[in-house]
């Protein structure tokens, strides 16, 4: 009698099972194979590390975002730009990595097919977004170091919002497709789904135009402003000119630096991705690779605080931390104490990158 009930049970068993593989036999086994999944510890710090990122972002993007919505100084096209991107950011931590955390929490992935897909797309959307903001702001640099006195001559309000459009319509192009919603497949050795192997065409657009054009944008501009700059007079160099040149450096490089924070998040796990097709490589590999991006997602906020005087003084005062940030400082070389990377609009924006007697200003106090 006792067999006959345990031989039903394991039938049932057989039946129901199959229904629900995708998502209920996710549990880590944690020995070590190639067809495990991650380890309970993997999982476990690697949700603790997401947990600790995640909190940290939100709360440094946010409040970056606001000190420079509320405060009149601030609100330049450098750092209306600056706010774009925290918005990016919170998005993406608070829809992606909340989701991932929770799986790893969880050590499985229990939210459905629908919504494991959602998290692919929305991968790609922020993530192309991102890249095409920094692409983007890289044509903007240019052409204020460069092509000073074309940028005089057109809409500031026009050009911002070209820029901040185009950087959310270009990814959303990818989601104008019939096969929307059954385009990815669970993979729960990473817990998590991946573009089907379907969708080849999809995944080589995504590297392409996502990834490698905004990319060389980025490069393309940059190399050229340092170029020109390199090249630029002595004479230039000796004048006034010389801090606002500075200053819009300064900017240029915390961009830069925006960028390459961006592709430590993602080209990692892309590249891994690439080599590792067939998934052999260690699930606890993937969880780390995954802890890397959700991190390198948290830390814009301290390169505009570290790169940005005015940002930073304005995040502590919110805090009631001013006097901290003064004290700091102080501890730092006077040409660093009083240097200002914020974009003061006509006066950091309104000298041309070169020696022309008729784009020389004339001498006025310079806004520092």
């Known amino acids: 009698m006792g067999s006959l009930v345990t031989e039903k049970v394991s039938t049932t068993i057989l039946v129901v099972a199959p229904e629900n593989v995708s998502f209920n036999l996710t549990e880590p086994h944690g020995n070590g194979t190639d067809d495990s999944g991650p380890s309970p510890v993997a999982l476990h710090v690697g949700a603790i590390v997401m947990l600790l990122a995640l909190l940290w ?19 330049n096209i450098t750092n209306i730009f600056i706010v774009s991107l ?6 993406n931590l608070s829809i992606n990595n909340l989701l991932v955390l929770v799986s790893y929490f969880m050590m499985s992935w ?8 959602m998290v692919m797309h929305f991968t790609v959307l922020l993530m192309g977004s991102s890249l095409w903001h920094t692409g983007l702001i890289s044509i903007h640099r240019l052409i204020v170091v460069i092509f000073n006195n074309f940028y005089k001559t057109i809409s500031k309000k026009a050009y911002m919002l070209f820029v901040l459009i185009t950087a959310r319509v270009v990814p959303m192009l990818f989601l104008i497709t019939p096969h929307l919603g059954e385009m990815s497949e669970y993979q729960p050795k990473l817990l998590r789904c991946l573009a089907h192997k379907d969708h080849g065409l999809y995944t080589m657009l995504v590297s392409v135009v996502l990834m490698m054009l905004p990319s060389l944008i980025l490069i393309v501009c940059y190399v050229a402003i340092f170029v020109k700059v390199h090249q630029s007079s002595s004479h ?38 690439f080599i590792d097709r067939k998934l052999e490589f260690s699930a606890d590999f993937y969880v780390v690779i995954t802890v890397l991006y959700a991190v390198a997602n948290s830390c814009n906020p301290i390169i505009y605080g570290v790169m ?7 995040c502590f005062a919110a805090l009631g ?5 003064m004290k700091d400082e102080k501890k730092m070389k006077p040409s660093e104490s009083v240097r200002s990377n914020g974009e003061a609009e006509p006066t950091t924006e309104a000298v041309p990158l070169n020696g022309s007697p008729a784009g020389r200003p004339s001498p006025q106090k310079t806004s520092v």
């Open 57 to 75: 972002g939100v709360f440094a993007n946010t409040l970056t975002a606001v000190v420079i919505l509320t405060q009149r100084d601030l609100k």
């Open 308 to 314: 940005d005087r005015k940002i930073r003084r304005a």
């Open 86 to 91: 925290c918005i990016n950011d919170i998005i």
């Open 110 to 117: 229990s939210m459905g097919e629908a919504v494991c897909e």
């Open 236 to 273: 230039f160099r000796a004048t006034r000119k010389r801090e606002w040149l500075r200053r819009e450096i300064q900017i240029t490089k915390m961009f830069g630096m925006v960028f390459l924070l961006i592709i430590l998040g993602y080209l990692p796990y892309g590249v891994v991705r």
């Open 321 to 325: 931390l001013e006097q901290r940030c």
